[in-house]
Every structure is written in C-alpha cells, then in structure tokens.
T-cell receptor
Framework: KNQVEQSPQSLIILEGKNCTLQCNYTVSPFSNLRWYKQDTGRGPVSLTIMTFSENTKSNGRYTATLDADTKQSSLHITASQLSDSASYICVVSVSNNAGNMLTFGGGTRLMVKP | DAGVTQSPTHLIKTRGQHVTLRCSPISGHKSVSWYQQVLGQGPQFIFQYYEKEERGRGNFPDRFSARQFPNYSSELNVNALLLGDSALYLC??????????????FGNGTRLTVT
C-alpha cells in the first residue's frame, strides 16, 4: 500500500473555477511535505514546501495546507487556467538513520477545459 | 543559469543489457537524487547523494547503482535490464539533502525503453 495517497486520481474543471486536491500520508518520521506540478513529458516543478510546523503556504494561485496531526494536506488552485492542466504530485520527505528519502503519491491528473 | 540536464533524452536497450544515465546538477547544488517514473504513476525514489556520499536508497534491487563525481554530476547505472525497467528516469538537484528545506529542481528525464 502506497504510504502517500492522493485523491481524486483525475479531475476535469472549467477554466476560472477553483479546485482542491487531497493528499493523505502515513510515512514517518516526517521532515517536510512538497507539492509538485508535472506537465506531460517534463520533470516536476516545485510549488510549495512545508515543514510540520507550517499550516499553509501559498505560491500565487496555489495554496497548500498541512495538518500534521491528521497527516493530511491539500492543494487549492484558485481561478484555474488552461495552463494548470497537469499532474499534481504530493511528496513526503522522511529522514531517519537510513538516510533521506522522498515518498511520492500517484498524482492527480487535472484537466482544465475552456 | 542552466537547469538540471540529463542525457541522453531517449534510449532503447534490449533485455540483459546495461545502461548508464547521466545528470548535471544546477551550479552550486551539492545533492543529486534519482527517481523512476513508470507511465501513469508518480516517481519512485532510487538514490540520493550529497557531497559524493550516498545519503538515501529506495527499494530497488542491486542491479541499480549510482555515484556522484567531484563536480557533483552523477551517473545512474542499471545492469541486466528487464522489460519492467522501462520508465522515465528523473534526476533532481538541490543545495542540501531532501531532509532539509531545499527545493528540488528536476531535469526532464531520460526515457528508457527496454525491448
């Protein structure tokens, strides 16, 4: 079972609408949580990074929230644009005696239609 | 400044062969990490190197190995290729390890096809 679960798997919205993507994780010990945007055929691009002490982080029209107690995060996209069509990936960073590693969710594929 | 560069961009190999993928990090970045992304799925962590030392390893078989050079560039090697190794291999660089607050900068990957 994937330790980082994202929902929904895919989403279609109309241009100008808002949407919220969900991420639940079970990995520990938690170092930080990251959201990435990945266009088809390209590498992921960082949107936000949050430590366990941060509840919210914004980057333009993207706002991420984190509840470290319930191990849930969300990414809210405001006033969507056609260029927002991409996969959005939630990533949890773990640091322990074995080293550092990132655990990726399966992503949410967002399509914004005119 | 140039971003993370990976070479080659595409590669076709046959089962049992060996492959070497290369990555040049952003100037000033000392950490390089490698990821495998199968079509339609999220990336999976393979290795992380910082200052030429391995700092993390994902759940991949010993056929996968990597190293980081004094100029902080990196190679990922895969031996005895299997059909299931077909994927997009992503490299990312950062100033410090992923346990820190450093943002990761990804290259656009090497698309490996094993036939």
């Amino acid at each position: 079972k994937n330790q980082v679960e994202q929902s929904p798997q895919s989403l279609i919205i109309l241009e100008g609408k808002n949407c919220t993507l969900q991420c639940n994780y079970t990995v520990s010990p938690f170092s930080n949580l990251r959201w990435y945007k990945q266009d088809t055929g390209r590498g992921p691009v960082s949107l936000t990074i949050m430590t366990f002490s941060e509840n919210t982080k914004s980057n333009g029209r993207y706002t991420a929230t984190l509840d470290a107690d319930t191990k849930q995060s969300s990414l809210h996209i405001t006033a969507s644009q056609l260029s927002d069509s991409a996969s959005y990936i939630c990533v949890v960073s773990v640091s322990n005696n074995a080293g550092n590693m990132l655990t990726f969710g399966g992503g949410t594929r967002l399509m914004v239609k005119p | 400044d140039a971003g993370v560069t990976q070479s080659p961009t595409h590669l076709i190999k046959t089962r049992g062969q060996h492959v070497t993928l290369r990555c040049s990090p952003i100037s000033g970045h000392k950490s390089v990490s490698w990821y495998q992304q199968v079509l339609g799925q999220g990336p999976q962590f393979i290795f992380q190197y910082y200052e030429k030392e391995e700092r993390g390893r994902g759940n991949f078989p010993d056929r996968f190995s990597a190293r980081q050079f004094p100029n902080y560039s990196s190679e990922l090697n895969v031996n005895a290729l299997l059909l299931g190794d077909s994927a997009l291999y992503l490299c990312a660089s950062s100033q410090r390890t992923t346990g820190s607050y450093s943002p990761l900068h990804f290259g656009n990957g090497t698309r490996l096809t094993v036939t």
